[in-house]
């Protein structure tokens, strides 16, 4: 599950960052590795880097199905980070760049809904 997880974090930075960090001149990411190794298109690494993390959470879904030697908390720590990635990078690279996230984060913590 923790590499699952890991999966997911590692390709959707990549996916949303490689230009960014290409033009800064950092490490080539999964995309031009991809690019760069099978003389694909950016669009085909994308694709295929969308499939490599469409199966990690297959496999995030399925271990948390199983029964584990793991508290069930460990668990949820475990698949509340892979929720963590899917939405930092929902909108672009909220990591890197933490004003985009500001209004999803004042919506929860500070104007969330009535109940």
Same mark, same amino acid.
């Given at each position: 599950?923790?590499? =699952?997880? =890991? @999966?997911?974090?590692?390709?959707?930075?990549?996916?949303?960052?490689?230009?960014?960090?290409?033009?800064?001149?950092?490490?080539?990411?999964?995309?031009?590795?991809?690019?760069?190794?099978?003389?694909?298109?950016?669009?085909? =690494?994308? *694709?295929?880097?969308?499939?490599? %993390?469409?199966?990690?959470?297959?496999?995030?879904? *399925?271990?948390?199905?199983?029964?584990?030697?793991?508290?069930?908390? %460990?668990? *949820?720590?475990?698949?509340?980070? =892979?929720?963590? @990635?899917? @939405?930092?990078?929902?909108?672009?690279d909220c990591f890197t760049n933490p004003h985009l996230i500001k209004d999803h984060l004042?919506?929860?913590? %500070?104007?969330? @809904?009535?109940?």
């Open positions: 599950m923790m590499k =699952a997880t =890991a @999966v997911i974090g590692r390709f959707r930075d990549d996916i949303f960052t490689h230009k960014f960090e290409q033009e800064r001149g950092h490490s080539a990411s999964a995309v031009e590795c991809y690019m760069e190794e099978y003389k694909a298109s950016e669009e085909e =690494a994308v *694709e295929f880097l969308w499939k490599k %993390i469409s199966n990690a959470w297959k496999d995030v879904a *399925e271990e948390c199905q199983k029964p584990s030697l793991f508290p069930v908390a %460990i668990t *949820e720590c475990v698949l509340n980070l =892979a929720r963590l @990635v899917g @939405v930092l990078y929902e909108n672009g004042k919506s929860l913590f %500070i104007d969330p @809904v009535p109940l």
